[in-house]
């Protein structure tokens, strides 16, 4: 799915579009966590400084994710492309694909 794709979730038929999303390379590039705050700041246009409240640790185990999806150590990444992990933070719907994309989806109005 690419940026300003939308879809429906099932579990409440609300409707999603990607606003930003940032690619995660568990093997060369920062943490899940600094990903997931840079591409909800990407968002909501705003420095990455300013993405604070609340913490990203009481919206999710970060950790289990990235060990869920890449693996526990960088030699062990297991890269289920398949695989994805959807919370919401900061009003936003946080998608982590097995493939590294991180996708921030915000509600559409109709």
Same mark, same amino acid.
């Given at each position: &799915?690419?940026?300003g794709?939308?879809?429906i979730?099932?579990? $409440? &038929?609300?409707?999603w579009?990607?606003?930003?999303?940032?690619?995660?390379?568990?093997?060369? /590039?920062?943490?899940?966590? #600094?990903m997931v705050? +840079?591409?909800?700041?990407?968002a909501?246009?705003?420095p990455?400084?300013?993405? +604070?409240?609340?913490?990203?640790?009481?919206?999710?185990?970060?950790?289990?994710? +990235?060990?869920a999806l *890449? /693996?526990?150590t960088? #030699?062990?990444a297991?890269? &289920? #492309? $398949?695989?994805?992990?959807? *919370?919401?933070? =900061? /009003?936003? =719907?946080?998608?982590?694909? /097995?493939?590294g994309?991180?996708?921030?989806?915000?509600?559409?109005?109709?």
């Open positions: &799915m690419s940026s794709d939308s879809e979730s099932s579990d $409440d &038929m609300t409707e579009e990607v606003v930003a999303q940032r690619l995660y390379e568990p093997e060369t /590039g920062p943490e899940l966590t #600094t705050i +840079k591409a909800v700041a990407a909501e246009d705003e990455v400084t300013e993405i +604070k409240e609340p913490p990203l640790y009481e919206a999710v185990d970060i950790a289990a994710v +990235k060990d *890449f /693996g526990s960088p #030699t062990d297991r890269g &289920m #492309t $398949d695989a994805n992990v959807t *919370f919401h933070y =900061r /009003g936003y =719907r946080i998608t982590v694909r /097995g493939d994309w991180v996708q921030v989806s915000d509600r559409i109005d109709r």
